[in-house]
């Protein structure tokens, strides 16, 4: 497994990974265009990936200009494996290298994700209109759990 930066060239891989994902699925994949990913990981923010024998099997994505994740996708055959957890700690570090203001997230309830960021140490504050939870995580709250 390989850790790194996303690049564009990384963006059709990381689109197969985000439609083969079993839950937040897009009701329609043209929701979020190649376009969108590029805009995220090279002006908004940051993005990550991870390979195995030159595919990629899981991406992260940090909007440092909203204050929120954008993305945190495992194709779902490398679920279990650490993948989620390694993207997450690297697309924090980083953002809270950046500033120390809030992150927030959403995630659809009753889902593998809602218990992955509770289990992560995120703050459940509230819903997002959608009905999606909204998650922050504080740089005190990341910094103090980084430290472990």
């Known amino acids: ?3 790194r930066y996303a690049i564009l060239s990384d963006i059709k891989q990381m689109q197969v990974v985000r439609h083969r994902v079993k839950e937040n699925r897009l009701s329609n994949p043209d929701l979020v265009p190649d376009e969108d990913v590029a805009h ?11 390979e195995v024998e030159d595919q990629v099997v899981g991406f992260s994505i940090v909007d440092l200009q909203d204050k929120s994740i954008w993305a945190l996708f495992v194709d779902p055959a490398f679920a279990e494996k650490g993948i989620g957890k390694e993207l997450h700690r690297l697309m924090l570090s980083w953002y809270f290298e950046q500033t120390k203001e809030t992150v927030v997230l959403g995630t659809a309830p009753n889902t593998r994700a809602e218990q992955f960021y509770k289990y992560q140490g995120w703050a459940q504050v509230g819903n997002y209109p959608n009905g999606e939870i909204k998650f922050e995580m504080t740089y005190e709250d990341w910094n103090h759990r980084s430290r472990k």
């Open 40 to 50: 995220y990981i090279i002006v908004k923010g940051k993005g990550w990936v991870c």
């Open 1 to 3: 497994m390989e850790f």
